[in-house]
T-cell receptor, first 111, second 113 residues
Framework: NAGVTQTPKFQVLKTGQSMTLQCAQD?????MSWYRQDPGMGLRLIHY???????DQGEVPNGYNVSRSTTEDFPLRLLSAAPSQTSVYFC??????????FGNGTRLTVT | AQSVSQHNHHVILSEAASLELGCNYS??????LFWYVQYPGQHLQLLLK??????LVKGIKGFEAEFIKSKFSFNLRKPSVQWSDTAEYFC???????????FGTGTRLKVLA
């Protein structure tokens, strides 16, 4: 039982490049979400999903896309990276009315 | 709009000192409450949770929190901190029956040996 697995751990992009952050969970959680963590701002919700085929925007969705084709996977896509997207990204999953389980995070730098 | 406030952004304590971190939320309905801890360079881990029942909940590593409904508060306490408690602590609220979680901005705790 691996929990929530995120890859990669670190990534450096140039402005305008695209990339996908991967997230997978093996706990059969219906809810999955992406947060970004920036100093002094806590965790801000980017996108979330309550099941396969269902996604919705969170607090800061601009510049990011998601899809949920399976219960296990919830990738986050940056279509054209900007320096403002330099952050630490966390994927989290849960059942309803249960604590969130977090992945180990991806530290992204956009130059 | 719903929100979670953590009033202390940075706290510095000596080992063996007592700790209390404040958390207040604004939401009129029923909520589940959580405290998470993030050690340097790591992901968030659950410290304790409150769903219902006894408003004083005990978590891992000697932490406890008290839910005071009338004050919309869920303060975290530890009687005697250790150097290894140095971390960032996040309070979070989940609306009952939903997947909506709202986090506070976090409190950085530094414990001096």
């Amino acid at each position: 039982n691996a929990g929530v697995t995120q890859t990669p751990k670190f990534q450096v992009l140039k402005t305008g490049q695209s990339m996908t952050l991967q997230c997978a969970q093996d706990m059969n959680h219906e809810y999955m979400s992406w947060y970004r963590q920036d100093p002094g701002m806590g965790l801000r919700l980017i996108h979330y999903s309550v099941g396969a085929g269902i996604t919705d925007q969170g607090e800061v969705p601009n510049g990011y896309n998601v899809s949920r084709s399976t219960t296990e996977d919830f990738p986050l896509r940056l279509l054209s990276a900007a320096p403002s997207q330099t952050s630490v990204y966390f994927c989290a999953s849960s059942l309803q009315n249960s604590p969130l389980h977090f992945g180990n995070g991806t530290r992204l730098t956009v130059t | 709009a719903q929100s979670v406030s953590q009033h202390n952004h940075h706290v510095i304590l000596s080992e063996a000192a007592s700790l209390e971190l404040g958390c207040n939320y604004s939401y009129g309905g029923t909520v589940n409450l959580f405290w998470y801890v993030q050690y340097p360079g790591q992901h968030l881990q659950l410290l304790l949770k409150y769903f219902s029942g006894d408003p004083l909940v005990k978590g891992i590593k000697g932490f406890e929190a008290e839910f005071i409904k009338s004050k919309f508060s869920f303060n975290l306490r530890k009687p005697s901190v250790q150097w290894s408690d140095t971390a960032e602590y996040f309070c979070a609220v989940n609306e009952l029956g939903t997947y909506k979680y709202i986090f506070g901005t976090g409190t950085r705790l530094k414990v001096l040996a």
